[in-house]
């Protein structure tokens, strides 16, 4: 199936408007209407896939949770911290071919979107192989971080069957972005659904029917993103992407140094980000009662990165509206495209904060039926709402930040409200202060906020016409040079 080209999903009577003067004639509510559809012509099908394969941790942790409760905790610290780290760094390096690849198919080089695909998957496996350590030796790494000996345990059985999931995350996200900078969102949404419902099914058949429990977990895990892997790369190479697609090539192994230097810039920006909520499950790990604390706040963030599946949707869809203007040099389009992207999702995430104070009391039903964790979790609450109304902006603020190439201005930026300004106010709110793993997460939601409320200034205060002429330059020479 051939996608049609961005000029060509829309009629000719809304058409993109790609010159100054049709800009200027439409009024507002036109082209916000126009670059809505753009914009959810990409950012539906993602939300739909980043749904579904994220549901694949959540229906795990769901499972173990009713095994018991140090299965919930075991498992949970296994998938939100030690995958979750592996996660970002590999999700975030990705997010260079959003940059690359949206400029290129901008500016119509098709062939190069086959190129970068295949130095992604390169850098990203050497990087897996580096991350196997962490998968290896969870247990003793987890206990000398102070975590309770019997969580730490089961988390390390949990992640030594989860070793192979590193390199499939590897060949997924590179797919997945390449699909996405073509607007083939359809496909991976589909595939995506089809895996989801063959883990509900596996999870039950194996953990519960078959009684290998996390270990079962583990495996169920592994087993269902490959099939997204195999579905997603049988239907590029069976001819769903003949422009950009045409094999293997060893070109793909020439300028590996600036593509790793670009995919570093965007892993560390957005690990800095993924990684910062993970510490604070570790930091939880050293309270008073950690199997309860633990278990209350994976639910909480089980839940809240369920939900930042929709702005992280709106993020990759920013990146490829914004890269894909600034490929065709124009930077008018890429910042209009950034403010109907921030504002839809915003809107979003009012509607889910207000759910979240709703039905503050039944949020943990999915995963327990312990009523101390039920109260446990309704007293996160509020967080909750605070981090999820946060959330919905501040990834299509990044998703600007990789559409544009700005990633290590933005790492700089991460670093320090995350890891000099929130995590030691968190830090002092929950041990100095006494106010456990509220205090903690509070004074992280607060380094969360000032990060977003830099990144909107910066934003504002973009030169557009200067990074469509960046992104001009960079598309004439096929480098990858400073943004």
Not at 80 to 102: D, K, N, P
Not at 185 to 191: D, L
Not at 221 to 240: D, K, M, R, T
Not at 311 to 326: D, I, K, Q, W, Y
């Amino acid at each position: 199936m051939n996608v049609p080209l961005l000029e060509e999903y829309i009629s000719p009577a809304t058409t993109l408007h790609l010159n100054h003067h049709n800009e200027i004639r439409d009024d507002l509510p036109t082209r916000v209407w126009v670059e809505s559809k753009k914009l959810w012509y990409i950012a539906g099908p993602a939300i739909v896939s980043r749904l579904a394969s994220y549901s694949t941790f959540v229906i795990t942790q769901a499972f173990a949770g009713h095994l018991g409760n140090l299965e919930l905790a075991g498992t949970a610290i296994s998938i939100m911290v030690i995958v979750g780290f592996s996660f970002g760094l590999l999700l975030g390096m990705a997010s260079a071919l959003e940059t690359l690849c949206g400029q290129a198919y901008g500016a119509k080089q098709y062939h190069m979107l086959g190129i970068y695909l295949q130095r992604s998957w390169v850098v990203l496996n050497i990087f897996s192989i580096l991350l196997l350590p962490l998968y290896i030796f969870t247990d003793p790494i987890l206990k000398f971080l102070g975590q309770p000996d019997d969580i730490a345990e089961v988390s390390g059985l949990v992640t030594t069957w989860l070793i192979p999931l590193p390199f499939v995350l590897a060949l997924l996200f590179p797919l997945q972005r390449f699909l996405q900078c073509q607007l083939k969102t359809p496909i991976v949404a589909w595939v995506s659904l089809g895996a989801l419902l063959v883990h509900i099914f596996l999870s039950w058949l194996v953990i519960f029917k078959l009684g290998f429990g996390v270990r079962g977990a583990a495996a169920t895990l592994n087993f269902s993103w490959g099939i997204i892997v195999l579905g997603l790369y049988s239907y590029i190479a069976c001819g769903g992407c003949p422009e950009t697609w045409t094999g293997f090539s060893i070109e793909a192994f020439t300028g590996l140094w600036e593509y790793f230097k670009l995919s570093v810039a965007s892993g560390v920006m957005l690990c800095l980000e993924n990684w910062y909520y993970k510490v604070l499950v570790l930091m939880t790990g050293n309270l008073d009662n950690a199997t309860v604390a633990v278990s209350a706040l994976t639910i909480c963030m089980s839940i809240n990165a369920w939900e930042v599946m929709i702005p992280l949707a709106f993020f990759g869809a920013t990146g490829v509206r914004v890269s894909n203007e600034l490929g065709t040099g124009n930077g008018k389009a890429a910042k209009f495209a950034s403010i109907v992207s921030a504002t839809t999702s915003l809107i979003i995430g009012i509607f889910f904060c207000t759910l979240i104070m709703i039905f503050h009391d039944k949020l943990a039903t999915l995963f327990t039926t312990s009523n101390v964790i039920l109260q446990a979790v309704d007293s996160l609450a509020l967080l909750l709402a605070l981090a999820i109304l946060l959330n919905s902006i501040q990834p299509v603020l990044s998703g600007v930040a990789v559409g544009s190439g700005w990633q290590a201005s933005v790492a700089y930026i991460n670093i320090g409200c995350y890891y000099i300004i929130g995590l030691p106010l968190g830090a002092t709110l929950g041990w100095i202060f006494h106010l456990g793993v509220g205090g903690i997460w509070s004074g992280m939601i607060g380094g969360t906020a000032i990060q977003t409320l830099i990144l909107i200034i910066i934003t504002i205060r973009c030169d557009w016409d200067m990074q469509a002429q960046k992104a001009s330059s960079r598309m004439m020479s096929n480098s990858f040079g400073k943004p």
